[in-house]
């Protein structure tokens, strides 16, 4: 069965860090570009960033461009966000997903895996 697991959300103040993780068992990401999402109360579920299957490509939302930064291990099976300079607008659940492509993602209708998100809150 596919899963994919994050970790590593919490509650952080404004300004800190964050570093989330993305891993999946009896699955290997491998051949799969994977995004984060994110989704606030009351808000749909957007794109943060997404990483290509090599991960000589990445892509971010212009809101988190500069401050967010995607990688992966495949040796590890597991893709990372690292989220600095956080802001209160960053709180939400964030989720990972793999897209049914190597090089890009999708919108969130299209990706084809989903893990159950880990929720980040940024308050002083």
């Known amino acids: 069965q596919v899963q994919l697991v994050e970790s590593g959300g919490g509650l952080v103040q404004p300004g800190g860090s964050l570093r989330l993780s993305c891993a999946a068992s009896?699955?290997?990401?491998?051949?799969?570009?994977i995004g984060w999402f994110r989704q606030a109360p009351g808000k749909e579920r957007e794109e943060v960033s997404c990483i290509s299957s090599s991960g000589g490509s990445t892509s971010y939302a212009d809101s988190v461009n500069g401050r967010f930064t995607i990688s992966r291990d495949n040796a590890k099976n597991t893709v990372y966000l690292q989220m600095n300079k956080l802001k209160p607008e960053d709180t939400a659940v964030y989720f990972c997903?793999?897209?049914?492509?190597?090089?890009?993602?999708?919108?969130?209708?299209?990706?084809?895996?989903w893990g159950k998100g880990t929720l980040v809150t940024v308050s002083p």
């Open positions: 997903a793999a897209s049914k492509w190597a090089a890009m993602c999708g919108p969130p209708d299209g990706m084809l895996y």
């Open positions: 009896e699955f290997s990401l491998d051949y799969y570009a």
